[in-house]
């Protein structure tokens, strides 16, 4: 019996896959990348009217976001452009782009055999799509930087009556009088120096939950002061702009806020020494704040 082993030949032009580390296609998809920032300057280069109406679209949208926002610090208003304009961007180029992207992609992850006409996609479609993000952020950032200007309260022509008692904390002193039941009955109840009768301490557990509840934060209290104002006074102020000015154009305004909401939350906890502690703590805080201590 003839035990010559038979030789089984693979059929011609067939080919056994190789297999690829992934570093490999990692590599091959950086390349993917880096012609697509080569086709950011072929964008910028074949831009065109639909562009010149991106841009429009993203003015208006920073323009509109200032005013909304008119009062805070450019750095929120700014914020809010980049997240909106991009967001748009993404939307309005995402169907364009997106499908010839993601499949150029996938392809050159699977292999390197369409490596040039993949590279070529991605020059024409990231590409776009990256200088359609950057130019509609600059314009957005342009539109809120002129609405900025435009709408931000000017502090010289703000009513007296509104800018009284503010030291050089950008903060009315005035707010630290609300702040005083609160404390009043957290300090008996601490009662630090054993100087309170227990009769008094315990008229002050019982207080002291309905002091906190009904502390105001720097927002309502400027909300509430603005609109008395505004019921007298024969020409009125902006409320929203000079709230968001009084209270979110400086850090010391959104601390207040902080803590005077952490203060409301503690009625809801036990009336003893170590609350009142934390209470007194808290104040301390917010009085540094209003004098600048």
């Known amino acids: 019996m003839d035990r010559t082993a038979l030789t089984i030949e693979a059929p011609r032009g067939a080919s056994n896959p190789v297999k690829e580390d992934w570093t490999d296609k990692a590599l091959r998809e950086a390349h ?49 452009t980049i997240g909106t304009v991009s ?8 169907a364009v782009h997106g499908k010839e992207v993601g499949s150029a992609a996938i392809d050159t992850w699977k292999s390197p055999a369409n490596m040039e006409h993949n590279s070529a996609v991605m020059r024409k479609h990231l590409g776009e799509f990256a ?54 009955y957290a300090n008996i109840v601490r009662n630090a120096e054993g100087k309170f009768s227990p009769e008094k301490i315990a008229r002050a557990q019982r207080e002291l939950p309905g002091a906190l509840k009904s502390v105001e934060t720097y927002s309502q209290y400027w909300h509430r002061e603005i609109a008395a104002f505004n019921s007298n006074a024969p020409q009125k102020v902006d409320a929203v702009a000079l709230e968001n000015y009084f209270v979110h154009g400086g850090r010391g305004g959104r601390r207040l806020n902080k803590i005077a909401s952490e203060l409301k939350r503690m009625a809801l906890e036990e009336a003893n020494e170590k609350t009142a502690t934390r209470i007194m703590e808290k104040l301390g805080q917010a009085q540094s704040i209003i004098y600048g201590q």
């Open 32 to 80: 993917l990348l880096k012609e697509g920032a080569k086709g950011f300057v072929d964008a910028a280069q074949n831009a065109d009217l639909t562009t010149a109406g991106k841009v429009v679209l993203s003015i208006g949208v920073g323009l509109g976001l200032a005013y909304l926002s008119r009062g805070r610090g450019f750095g929120r208003i700014a914020g809010r």
């Open 87 to 94: 967001g748009l961007a993404f939307l309005s180029d995402v």
């Open 131 to 184: 200088f359609d993000t950057t130019i509609m952020s600059a314009a957005g950032l342009a539109g809120g930087s002129v609405g900025y200007k435009l709408f931000h309260p000017n502090r010289a022509a703000i009513p007296a009556e509104l800018t009284t008692q503010i030291g050089k904390t950008g903060i009315r002193q005035d707010y630290a009088n609300k702040l005083l039941p609160a404390g009043y």
